[in-house]
T-cell receptor, first 114, second 114 residues
Framework: DAMVIQNPRYQVTQFGKPVTLSCSQT?????MYWYQQKSSQAPKLLFH???????NEADTPDNFQSRRPNTSFCFLDIRSPGLGDAAMYLC?????????????FGPGTRLLVL | AQSVTQLGSHVSVSEGALVLLRCNYS??????LFWYVQYPNQGLQLLLK??????LVKGINGFEAEFKKSETSFHLTKPSAHMSDAAEYFC????????????FGAGTRLFVKA
């Protein structure tokens, strides 16, 4: 089945230690998104790629970076995680000829910062 | 600018009772409207979407929603709640004018009592 895959599902890191979360998709969608979701809150968009074009949200901290080496993969890099960065990180995709407006989500990676 | 308001952060129903989750939206152009469900420690799963076809939209798991332009509403209903429906539900809006950026409501947690 076509899908959005996130690895790992749970990630533990130390305060200030760089961490990378990964997302892959088999939908061949041209847009990929990264969201941060804290407990009992709506997902908050960090940035998205439209093909290779990177679009950062104005309020996304510089501590968060992203890479998209090809259509299928997208990475979220947190350069120096703080305690406040502990959250669920969701990857989503959209695109294709019939569903540009609809986002499809992966299962998420829950990040714990010690 | 688009916005979404979900009335009620928590809704509790008895098993077998009607489920009604309320959503009102704001959009300057014809919107795309979505309901997503999120189970604990999972990503968002698309329940249903409105894309300017039929105003009554049927989704998965017996849910449906009706688009009412005059009321700017897109309420989610299910005739008979099941224990497995207990989850967080997010209403969302996007439109072409906004580049298909998805705006989420704050979410409604549904509790189902035995």
């Amino acid at each position: 089945d076509a899908m959005v895959i996130q690895n790992p599902r749970y990630q533990v890191t130390q305060f200030g230690k760089p961490v990378t979360l990964s997302c892959s998709q088999t939908l061949n969608h041209n847009v990929m998104y990264w969201y941060q979701q804290k407990s009992s809150q709506a997902p908050k968009l960090l940035f998205h790629y439209y093909d290779k074009d990177f679009n950062n949200e104005a309020d996304t901290p510089d501590n968060f970076q992203s890479r998209r080496p090809n259509t299928s993969f997208c990475f979220l890099d947190i350069r120096s995680p703080g305690l406040g960065d502990a959250a669920m990180y969701l990857c989503a995709t959209s695109g294709g000829s019939l569903s540009q407006e609809t986002q499809y989500f992966g299962p998420g990676t829950r990040l714990l910062v010690l | 600018a688009q916005s979404v308001t979900q009335l009620g952060s928590h809704v509790s129903v008895s098993e077998g009772a009607l489920v009604l989750l309320r959503c009102n939206y704001s959009s300057s152009v014809p919107p795309y409207l979505f309901w997503y469900v999120q189970y604990p420690n999972q990503g968002l799963q698309l329940l249903l979407k409105y894309t300017s076809a039929a105003t009554l939209v049927k989704g998965i798991n017996g849910f449906e929603a009706e688009f009412k332009k005059s009321e700017t509403s897109f309420h989610l209903t299910k005739p008979s709640a099941h224990m497995s429906d207990a989850a967080e539900y997010f209403c969302a809006v996007s439109d072409q004018a906004g580049g298909f950026k998805t705006i989420f409501g704050a979410g409604t947690r549904l509790f189902v009592k035995a």
